[in-house]
């Protein structure tokens, strides 16, 4: 009998997951603070989407830029005390630009060959985005847009998608 991996945050999986992303695309230019919110938004509602199982269980909240995850700051902190990577402010366009940089490889033994394939599909389909691009598309995905300002949003809403951001193939009735 398999279980039923329903997991509400794992804290540990979120934190490889964010690294893994750091790991292959923080380097890029145009990957931010912001960029790393929506690829992490994304992956983890997508893989919902997909398999009606939770990949981190990272709570989203809806704030003014799109999706935000509640957990970041604190992995990042962790992450930069362990040596695995950098974080940088780099000042440009009036603003600041928070950066991270991976300084080894990352752990990726929580995650599955199916997780790690929806994670890879999101990158290839933002890493290219700056924050200003990524964050007006983050607006239009429906768990964003039936969510009130500043409070939660819930994963089941994943399965109202239009077709421009769902990620399954549903029958028609």
């Known amino acids: 009998m398999v279980e039923k991996r329903n997991i509400e945050f794992d804290k540990e999986k979120f934190r490889q997951v964010l690294h893994y992303i750091i790991h292959q695309c923080g380097h890029l230019e145009n990957v931010c603070k912001t960029v790393l919110f929506k690829i992490l938004y994304f992956?983890?509602?997508?893989?919902y989407e997909l398999s009606e199982e939770k990949l981190t269980g990272e709570l989203y909240r809806k704030l003014e830029h799109g999706p935000a995850p509640g957990h970041?700051?604190?992995a990042v902190r962790e992450l930069e005390d362990e040596g695995k990577i950098y974080q940088c402010i780099i000042e440009g366009g009036g603003y600041a630009q928070y950066k991270f940089l991976s300084l080894i490889e990352p752990d990726m033994n929580l995650l599955n060959g199916k997780e790690i394939r929806v994670i890879d599909r999101n990158m290839e389909k933002y890493c290219h985005m700056n924050a200003t691009q990524i964050s007006a598309f983050s607006h239009g995905d429906l768990p964003y847009k039936a969510t009130?300002?500043?409070?939660i949003i819930d994963y089941e809403l994943v399965f109202y998608r239009d077709p421009l951001f769902s990620v399954r193939e549903y029958e028609d009735d």
């Open 43 to 47: 992956s983890d509602f997508d893989y």
């Open 72 to 74: 970041f700051d604190e």
């Open 148 to 151: 009130g300002d500043n409070e």
